[in-house]
């Protein structure tokens, strides 16, 4: 998001609606437009269509698109229509909430044309919710009994880490735990390539005694599975566009959902670590993005964490391997 873009919240009487500012501009999609002004979806999509057939605005002009974070999780590219256009649909709409919305919106264009940013009280206490989450996360693994003090400082090292992205990211238009822009593309192993990858891993195990034959057995197709929905594409797109989003799921699928009949944990931390090296992101000014003690505490971290702090975990992830704000992304 460029630092003139902002998202900010319209309370009406009946809605309550997340308002892009960008380009001197207020942008909603069509289904936030159908919450503002109390009407189906259809409507508003029909309203559209005879605004730019009758001539009244051209859609170059009045439309543009926007990363949107799906209710699925994934960021999709969605069109967001600007203020004229809003204001056209509700003029035909009859909706007093239109003209509720112009004024509220010229007055925040103002604001932000004058002082560069409106502040979003509501995402702020959201952003120190997530925070707290996050901790709490660290707390209970903490807390196990079978915790090394080397594992502890791993943890450390991880909240450390976490804190730092959290002191960078903690911007009005950026959420807490929002991913990094990050590095596009990112190629994951086959599923022969990752077999014979656990295969080594299991080798050298066993031979010091640290694995028995279980380790590494697939628990029917959901290896396969796995890797297949990392490389998923919708509509054409990733579902999972960058390095760190890919690396990040990948440890937390194979951490949680143990395709494997035992060592999900430590056959998670291997993948991640291989795919970091061959997309070239396992290094970072001569120096791993994250070390041994710090890899077994995210690890560690990934399993004991509650499956509804999913986005969390994975976003901590995702910011502990994105560089530092300002530096370069090697490929990127």
């Not at 009946?14 to 919450?35: C, F, H, I, N």
């Not at 594409?233 to 799921?249: N, R």
Request: hydrophobic share 40%.
């Amino acid at each position: 998001m460029s630092p003139t873009s902002e998202i900010i919240i319209y309370k009406g009487d009946t809605a309550r609606v997340e308002v892009r500012v960008d380009k001197d501009s207020v942008w909603l999609r069509q289904e936030q437009m159908a919450e503002l002004f109390g009407r189906e979806r259809s409507v508003i999509t029909k309203h559209i269509r005879n605004v730019f057939a009758e001539g009244e605005l051209v859609r170059d002009a009045v439309c543009a698109n926007f990363a949107h974070t799906a209710a699925d999780g994934k960021t999709y590219q969605v069109e967001h229509y600007n203020l004229d256009l809003i204001i056209s649909v509700g003029y035909r709409v009859k909706s007093v909430q239109g003209t509720r919305f112009r004024q509220w919106a010229t007055r925040v264009l103002r604001e932000h044309l004058t002082q560069g940013y409106s502040l979003d009280r509501q995402r702020f206490e959201r952003n120190a919710v997530e925070l707290e989450a996050a901790l709490q996360l660290v707390k209970k693994a903490a807390g196990g009994e079978g915790l090394t003090a080397e594992q502890g400082r791993g943890l450390v090292d991880v909240i450390a880490r976490y804190t730092h992205a959290f002191l960078w990211l903690q911007r009005y238009d950026e959420g807490l735990l929002t991913a990094p822009a990050g590095s596009p593309g990112g190629v994951l192993p086959t599923l022969d390539e990752a077999r014979s990858a656990i295969a080594r891993l299991k080798a050298g195990l066993m031979a010091r005694g640290e694995a028995s034959e279980l380790f590494g057995r697939e628990r029917g197709d959901a290896f396969a599975a796995l890797l297949g929905n990392l490389d998923q594409t919708v509509f054409g797109e990733p579902a999972y566009p960058s390095i760190e989003t890919k690396a990040a799921h990948l440890l937390y699928f194979v951490s949680k959902n143990h395709p494997f009949i035992d060592g999900n944990k430590r056959s998670g931390a291997f993948l991640f670590v291989d795919f970091l090296a061959r997309n070239g992101r396992l290094v970072r000014g001569g120096e791993p993005v994250i070390n041994d003690v710090g890899l077994a505490a995210l690890a560690l971290l990934v399993a004991e964490s509650d499956a509804k702090n999913k986005d969390v975990m994975i976003r901590l992830i995702e910011n502990m391997l994105a560089p530092p704000p300002g530096q370069n992304i090697p490929g990127g």
